[in-house]
């Protein structure tokens, strides 16, 4: 559990048809993440009791004095540096969402086009945040938790996102990079792309009812790449 495992699906009927697809084909694939303690919560002792105390009594049964006791630290060590337990969940969902986007990320570095990089890293990133042992706890238990997230801000880890795919889109348009990516504003092709996705993950409880079985990310990874693939 103490550490990010990472696995192809090794359903035969997937790989099989993996197999049959054209080169050219989106890889209907994605690779999945099992989630555990990222190192920088386990080199933490708050964000360790934090994570901790999630998954062992939810958000709402959380405080900030357990969170101490279970660290070994004093109320006001934590208090000082979280004013409310809002902004300590807060500094955990980046730690955690912020791993799992730098490893998506480099697993599908070796793509050969900007475009591809970007649509399965979209798709990989909500697979792994859906199966993250935490984003699991707070959506089956405290998703009000997550509202401010969905209908009033966006986080420290959204707005990360935003910026990493701005940077894979221009990487990937004609007149800066290598064509594989339509012309069009970074800026809101980013959020476009963010918008979508973070929908799969927030309704993942939803959607596994529907698909137990997780084909719906490589529709994800379809649709990303075909929203981002040039107009000939």
Known sequence: ????????????????????RPSNAV???PRSVVGAPSPDTLSDPVLR????????????????ADVAR?????????????DDLQRLLSALLTVELAHLLDETITRNANRPTQRE????????????????????????VDPEALLPLIVD?????????????RESIIAGQ??????SVKAGDPDLMALTIVATAQSFVFSQRAIANADPLGHIYPELTAMVDGYLRPVS
């Open 1 to 20: 559990m103490l550490s990010q495992r990472l696995s192809n699906p090794s359903d035969e009927s997937l790989q099989n048809d993996h197999e049959d």
């Open 27 to 29: 890889d209907a694939t």
């Open 49 to 64: 009791a934090t994570y901790d105390s999630i998954l062992e009594v939810g958000v709402r049964r959380t405080t900030l």
């Open 70 to 82: 279970r660290a070994g630290l004093s109320r006001m060590t934590v208090y000082r540096k979280y």
């Open 117 to 140: 990089q970007l649509a399965h890293t979209a798709s990989d990133t909500c697979a792994a945040l859906a199966a993250h042992p935490i984003m699991q706890r707070v959506l089956a």
């Open 153 to 165: 801000r966006l986080g420290s880890t959204q707005v990360r996102a935003l910026e990493l795919m």
């Open 174 to 179: 004609s007149d800066t990079g290598d064509g």
